[in-house]
């Protein structure tokens, strides 16, 4: 599963993303998962049954996938409050407990630090098992993204197989990670 930090049309954080669906090896399913503007802002006292349906739909499409890759800007030192409010909605779920997670900082260098920091902080909090070997900084030149969005330089999409093949191999040894 591909989830963007980021609602901003044609970022880098969805160009990465983009792009790792497009050079998915064969045996990775890479969904990307769309519905971040849609979430309702994180309530507690909301976070029973009947959940609101697109919380119901996020809880629902982390537990089908066997792993998840995020790509997230940093915003003022930390993660942007939609992508904040979307890990919110999963700390109260069991959907994402020891499933393989990773990210890759599409930030410029220097920049995202905060987000990362934030991020793994918050994925402790959900039981998330992070894959260190599959966070990675990635730095996109917008040079090399094309009219649809995907990143055309060979470098960064060989970089992108090996993230999604580290998470794919780590999800292969250890099948008891995935709920499904």
């Known amino acids: 599963m591909l989830l963007c930090g980021s609602l901003r049309a ?10 790792a669906q497009a050079v998915a090896p064969a045996q990775v399913s890479a969904a990307y998962y769309r519905g971040l503007a849609e979430l309702p802002h994180f309530n507690p006292d909301d976070d029973t049954d009947p959940l609101p349906a697109p919380v119901a739909e996020l809880r629902a499409a982390i537990s089908e996938a066997a792993a998840i890759l995020i790509c997230t800007p940093e915003y003022a030192g930390t993660l942007p409050g939609s992508f904040k409010n979307l890990l919110d909605w999963t700390v109260g779920g069991t959907e994402i407990c020891d499933k393989p ?22 994925l402790g909090y959900t039981g998330a098992h992070i894959v260190e070997a599959a966070c990675v900084k990635i730095v996109v030149d917008p040079q090399t993204v094309g009219a649809d969005g995907v990143i055309t330089d060979p470098r960064v999409r060989e970089q992108l197989v090996g993230v999604l093949a580290t998470l794919a191999g780590v999800q292969a040894r250890n099948p008891e990670l995935d709920h499904v």
């Open 101 to 122: 997670v990773a990210w890759v900082d599409a930030a410029a260098i220097g920049r995202g630090h905060g987000a990362e920091a934030t991020l793994r902080a918050v």
């Open 10 to 19: 044609g970022s880098s954080n969805d160009s990465v993303l983009r792009t």
